[in-house]
């Protein structure tokens, strides 16, 4: 028996206690991370003057964190009003871009440019529908000193002009409410010059086509009836096809309207769309132009459709383009407006 083991033996027998074993000795507290501030100094895009340095920026500051930081300095230049970008020439930083994910170092320069006046695009879009609304009507009551004297406050014989009141007062009413309850603007504003544009356009076109539609010497279609209920079968189901698009679109945004998603089709037969076209909004607001131009046979309004095809192609473009830039798995078979064609 060797030595440890008589030890061991002994101290059992003498009846002292065993050693306590060792307890694990507690880990070092781990060391706090090292905060990398950066430094940011904002110029103007144009002038290249200093305008402000922002000292001890924390990494996870957003572009719009900056902006705000940049509005306390300078109150009159509002986070709506500014535009950053990392070049004189680049394209503006968005507003949810985190300040360390930027190809930047700890120092930094970013170019201001001011945006101008900004104005909702909510409230933009109330005024351009409230106008036509109001002015249509003007026309169809037939207010004095639009017509001759004779014909003031008079009403049209002729149904059509009844129903495409009805129509034209539907399809503003609707956009008016989607407005209000429906619609989540991805950007808050817009230029305030913009508004001026928009509602020239807008109500100048409604006095137009006004004009002609409740004008006494109004013809009706040259079908008849057959023709208008035609079209207005057209307008009532692409008016719906519209609301529907709307509805699933802002399902799309609930959790946040810069959390874009690819919108697929629902339950909803007018949603099926979605399956050919990227846009099928403007597909159904084409399509209610339409039946309401075949309804009135109105050259005004037939130049208010093609005028709006033709802006709304080319939003439906970049919105195409848009999903084909974000999201690898796009389903390839849809066009921007119009089922394979266009």
Request: glycine share 4%; proline share 8%; net charge positive.
């Amino acid at each position: 028996m060797d030595t440890l083991a008589l030890e061991a033996k002994v101290a059992k027998n003498d009846g002292s206690p065993a050693p306590a074993p060792s307890k694990p000795r507690p880990k070092p507290p781990k060391k706090a991370k090292r905060i990398v501030y950066f430094e940011v100094e904002i110029l103007h895009i144009k002038t290249r003057e200093k305008l402000m340095l922002l000292d001890k920026v924390e990494p996870t500051a957003t572009v719009l964190d900056i902006k705000s930081m940049f509005h306390k300095s300078n109150p009159h230049w509002y986070p709506a009003r500014q535009s950053l970008s990392l070049d004189p020439k680049g394209k503006p930083l968005r507003d949810e871009e985190i300040l360390q994910e930027l190809p930047v170092g700890t120092t930094t320069t970013f170019y201001f440019r001011d945006l101008g006046p900004q104005i909702a695009w909510g409230t933009v879009f109330l005024v351009e529908c409230i106008g036509p609304l109001v002015i249509y009507l003007m026309f169809y009551f037939r207010l004095p000193f639009i017509y001759a004297h004779k014909y003031e406050f008079t009403a049209s014989k002729h149904l059509v002009v009844h129903i495409a009141c009805i129509c034209h007062s539907f399809h503003y009413g609707k956009r008016i409410l989607e407005t209000l309850f429906v619609h989540r603007f991805s950007h808050g504003t817009m230029p305030m010059r913009n508004i001026f544009k928009n509602c020239f356009f807008y109500w100048c076109s409604a006095a137009w086509m006004a004009y002609y539609i409740n004008h006494p010497l109004y013809t009706p279609p040259y079908y008849g009836e057959k023709q208008v209920k035609a079209a207005l079968g057209i307008f009532l189901f692409c008016q719906l096809g519209s609301f529907s698009i709307h509805m699933a679109l802002r399902s799309l945004k609930l959790s946040g309207p810069k959390n874009k998603k690819i919108p697929y089709p629902t339950k909803n037969p007018f949603t099926w769309i979605f399956v050919l076209v990227s846009c099928p909004n403007y597909t159904y607001e084409l399509g209610s132009w339409l039946g309401f131009t075949l309804m009135t046979q109105c050259v005004p309004v037939l130049f208010f459709t093609v005028v709006g095809f033709i802006q709304m192609t080319v939003w439906a473009k970049g919105k195409h383009r848009s999903y084909l830039k974000e999201f690898k798995e796009y389903p390839t078979l849809r066009s921007p407006i119009l089922p394979f064609i266009l």
